[in-house]
């Protein structure tokens, strides 16, 4: 596990840049003390402001005051953010063009203690629908602390995914990060591995498994799932002829629908999808045996790996 | 507080005439719209831009400006008329509105209208966005001020309330709300379909300092206006009561003519009515 959970990096790369960029304000929902904007909200609390548990009301206050020449990063759980307040960001963000960050915490199944209402397997599906919404998620707690400059200075919409918990962590500065380009991790000649978020880290030692079996996976790290990044997908299709996805997501509507959309345009080329199979996922006592349990295993990547390859050959 | 002469408040009621017989001509022009909540915001949105706001149409983005949420945006036609006779652009674009080419969307767009400050079309937002433009004028030290028009029906919404207590929260005075309170919406009567009374002591009992006028009255308003600029500590809302469709008979206090366009012949009989046109 990675030294420091990725909501706490987070929490610290915003406060830093908040003393780099001073126009940057803070909104939360009387959930500081979880997503960790309380770190901002310490150093600058007149730049911090608690809108109490209505995370419709901190969007549209947020986009008055991106309105007012100010860099809001708004900061909630993903589940309330992505569903209860859409309509805000579609209507006050996205369409009203307002350059608000929406930094998503405890997304995924992250929040495992808390269980289905706490979780977000939705999210990536309804803000990657939204025209002009940019939507990056980080593998792991640095990578989530080298984001928060990159998305500041950004001119538009982001939503950014993090985790409430620690994930593997995949460590590499190199490529370095940029919206709408995916990484490559690890070259490979037999299959790709495309994961985003907590499943990088997982698809690092599915890799390392397959290549035990004599199978040899690229991996592709995809932070960004909207813009996408097909010219970097569709040439791995190319060059490998089969492809997994991995996500902490429902199968609908994230990762692997947009690879899918991609492939079918560009490239048709076999695909599995690892991820949450459209069904409600139960508390747990921890992240990891939860994951598995809604599979999101390493199992279940190597096992879709072996599934692409068999279909690769016929 | 200065009062109005009563040169000015004959200006006023003939820009408020002015801007009903715009608002229906534009509505019957496009054969859609929204009449009756146009209709009675006109003297609202005539105090606000010919009297109130302090705005430059030649510099529509000059920083320290007063800004305006028209947060009930269907009653788009009234503020693009506004906004065309404060000369913020030519009356003439309208001629084309609900053509695709044509700039000014069905509802406002900040983008598509120069001097709207806000998109907006879906209700219940205009508070909440009106806080965050307020909170970034006090962080800044500028004096602008937010306005925000409301429908009575969307102080049903939720999201509503939330920004009235964000703004109390915040001692917000440089926010001010304006409700059109003309108790009918698209399916009936606003007290049947989800009665709002006692509107003041829900507004007061939010923190808000409330005031009451006849929306149709444009000396009332534009005193209310001014006072609310006195108001300290707290956000300022009018409750202006007001007629849907004030002006044309056949339309007042009707919620069929929510959101239909005049027949040809009824925009003839309307413009009699409003005194634009003579009988024959």
């Known amino acids: 596990m990675a030294e420091i959970a990725m909501r706490a990096a987070y929490g610290q790369a915003l406060a830093e ?46 986009a008055g005051l991106a309105l007012g020449g100010f860099l809001p990063f708004v900061n909630g759980f993903a589940s309330i953010l992505s569903l209860r307040a859409l309509e805000q960001i579609r209507t006050c963000i996205c369409y009203a063009r307002t350059n608000v960050k929406i930094a998503a915490s405890y997304a995924g199944v992250s929040d ?15 803000l990657r629908a939204l025209p002009g919404m940019t939507v990056i998620v980080p593998a792991d707690a640095s990578e989530a602390a080298a984001w928060v400059p990159i998305i500041g200075e950004y001119d538009g919409p982001v939503y950014f995914r993090i985790s409430r918990a620690e994930t593997l962590p995949v460590h590499t500065a190199d490529p370095p990060l940029q919206i709408g380009k995916g990484r490559s991790l690890r070259s490979g000649r037999d299959l790709t591995l495309v994961a985003t978020g907590s499943m990088v880290g997982r698809c690092v030692l599915a890799a390392d498994q397959l290549a035990s079996q004599g ?19 569709l040439q791995a299709a190319e060059e490998t002829g089969a492809l997994v996805s991995a996500e902490e997501h429902s199968i609908i509507g994230g990762l692997g629908s947009a ?56 | 507080m200065k009062t109005l002469s009563p040169e000015k408040i004959n200006e006023l009621e003939e820009i408020a005439r002015r801007l009903r017989v715009d608002s229906l001509r534009f509505i019957h022009r496009r054969g859609a719209g929204h009449p009756g909540g146009a209709l009675s915001a006109a003297e609202i949105i005539a105090v606000l831009y010919f009297h109130a706001l302090l705005i430059d149409p030649s510099n529509p983005d000059w920083e320290e400006r007063d800004r305006f949420i028209l947060s009930k945006g269907h009653a788009s036609a009234v503020l693009y008329g506004a ?39 879906l209700l219940g937002h205009g508070v909440a966005v009106g806080v965050g433009l307020a909170l970034a004028a ?31 929260k915040f001692h917000l005075s440089n926010l001010t709300a304006i409700v059109d309170y003309n108790d009918v919406q698209l399916d009936g009567p606003v007290h049947e379909i989800m009665p709002l009374e006692p509107m003041a002591n829900k507004w007061a009992a939010c923190g808000w300092h409330v005031e ?59 413009l009699v009515e409003l005194g634009e046109v003579t009988h024959g």
């Open chain 1, 112 to 126: 495992f203690k808390d269980g289905a209402t706490h979780y977000a397997i939705t999210d990536l599906a309804n």
């Open chain 1, 17 to 62: 840049y908040g003393a780099l960029n001073l126009q940057v304000v803070a909104l939360d929902v009387d959930t500081s003390a979880s997503t960790l904007s309380n770190i901002f909200a310490r150093r600058f609390p007149e730049r911090f402001f608690n809108i109490g548990i209505a995370e419709p009301c901190m969007v549209d206050v947020a």
């Open chain 2, 212 to 270: 009451k006028v006849n929306g149709h009255n444009v000396r009332q308003v534009a005193e209310v206006l001014d006072l609310a600029t006195n108001i300290h500590d707290q956000p300022t809302v009018i409750l202006a009561y007001t007629t849907k469709g004030k002006g044309v008979s056949f339309m007042e206090n009707l919620n069929t003519w929510h959101g239909i366009a005049p027949s040809t012949g009824q925009l003839e009989q309307a």
């Open chain 1, 259 to 314: 690879m899918a959309e991609a492939l079918a345009e560009g490239c048709p080329t076999p695909l599995e999808r690892v991820g949450i199979r459209d069904r409600f996922c139960p508390t747990g006592r921890d992240l990891d045996k939860l994951m598995d349990a809604c599979g999101l295993s390493i199992m279940e990547v190597v096992a879709a790996a072996q599934r692409v390859l068999a279909r690769k050959k016929k």
């Open chain 2, 83 to 121: 906004l065309a006779r404060r000369g913020f652009f030519p009356l003439s674009e309208l001629d084309c509105w609900g053509e695709l080419d044509c700039p000014h969307q069905g509802h406002p767009d900040r983008f598509k209208t120069p001097g709207v400050d806000m998109t907006s079309g």
């Open chain 1, 215 to 233: 199978i040899d996976a690229r991996l592709l790290e995809f932070h960004t799932l909207k813009p996408f990044d097909k010219e970097l997908l």
């Open chain 2, 138 to 168: 006090r962080m800044k030290q500028q004096s602008y001020r937010t306005y925000v028009l409301l429908g009575d029906g969307e102080c049903q919404a939720g999201i509503l309330w939330e920004g009235v207590m964000t703004a109390a």
